[in-house]
């Protein structure tokens, strides 16, 4: 692994080689050691009994379950497991990378493998999936540890792919904001919506001229934006907000004071009070969660 250009999240480079679709691996270990990190592959990253520990996907950070399944889908989208509250035990991991080379837009293009080009725009922010969807391609995923014959390894993985694809329960874990994501909403309205909160979060912006933007009345525009999006319009901007905020305390070293004023907060104190409960630490915590990881394996 190499260290990235702000020193704080490393790049690792992976073992699959150029003459290959995938690489898998199956693990047994009692905790988790690796750092946070970047790969240009694409990964799919299945556990089983590590309750306790906790996910990092860009700015999203929870703790897990018994079974984990996660799509990142993103060069540059950062992620780890680290040990929290984890008791150290049996932990079953199974990673799998591939490059998006040989999944070209040419091949994805094509009707039946629409859902899977959803899928993976989704996991550009990390795509977690449920329970029910973890333990109906749990065979699949065993499968691939036990493959031998490539073709069929690649065959497996479409399958996975294509089942994981039309899974409903699915939910995407970094914010747009941080992950430099475009909205996926289909509406023209809430995409123009998106971009000029985007544009605009550093400032007082209100829901007056955004409805004005989209050529209707606060009332009328206030229902429409919450039924699209499922967040109010303040909790929408403020996710803006803060996952710009998250975004600055890993790529600068500008002060957190500095970042709080840039981001449009004025009051330090009510600025570290919503970042704590949006983020579940606070901007010095989040930032030293990234910089403690600064090993190289």
């Known amino acids: 692994m190499i260290p990235t250009k702000n020193n704080s999240v490393l790049h690792e480079i992976t073992p ?36 306790g520990a906790q996910r990092v996907v860009g700015d999203s950070i929870e703790e897990i379950g018994d079974y984990e399944l996660v ?31 040989w999944l070209s837009d040419k091949l994805l293009d094509k009707n039946q493998f629409h859902s899977i080009q959803t899928m993976f725009q989704k996991g550009c922010k990390g795509l977690s999936f449920s329970l029910a969807t973890i333990l109906r391609v749990r065979p699949l995923l065993n499968a691939l540890t036990c493959e031998s014959q490539g073709f069929y390894l690649v065959v497996t993985f479409l399958t996975l792919l ?18 430099h994501a475009e909205s996926s909403i289909q ?21 007056g001229e955004v409805a004005h933007l989209a050529n209707m009345s606060e009332v009328a525009f206030s229902r429409f934006f919450s039924q699209h999006t499922g967040k109010s319009f303040t909790d929408y901007l403020i996710d803006i907000r803060i996952g710009k905020v998250a975004r600055l305390l890993i790529d600068t070293n500008k002060t957190i004071a500095e970042i709080c004023y840039e981001c449009g907060y004025n009051n330090m104190s009510n600025f570290n009070r919503l970042f704590r409960r949006k983020k579940g630490c606070t901007p010095k915590e989040f930032r030293d969660m990234y910089r403690k990881k600064q090993v190289i394996v």
């Not at 699959?16 to 995938?22: N, Q, R």
């Not at 970047?38 to 009994?49: A, D, G, L, S």
């Not at 509406?187 to 829901?207: E, K, P, W």
């Open 16 to 51: 699959l080689s150029e003459a290959d679709c995938i690489y898998v691996i199956e693990r047994r270990k009692a905790e988790f050691n690796y750092p946070i990190h970047t790969h240009r592959e694409f990964e799919i990253n299945y556990i089983e009994n590590a309750a």
């Open 71 to 101: 799509l990142i889908s993103s060069g540059n989208l950062e992620h780890g497991w680290q040990n929290h509250r984890l008791v150290p035990g049996n932990i079953r991991e199974i990673t799998i990378q591939f490059s998006d080379d």
């Open 162 to 179: 294509y089942e994981l694809s039309v899974s409903h329960d699915t939910r995407t874990l970094a914010s747009n904001a941080f992950a």
């Open 187 to 207: 509406s023209r309205r809430i995409r123009l919506a998106d971009a000029y909160l985007q544009q605009n979060f550093a400032r007082n912006v209100t829901l």
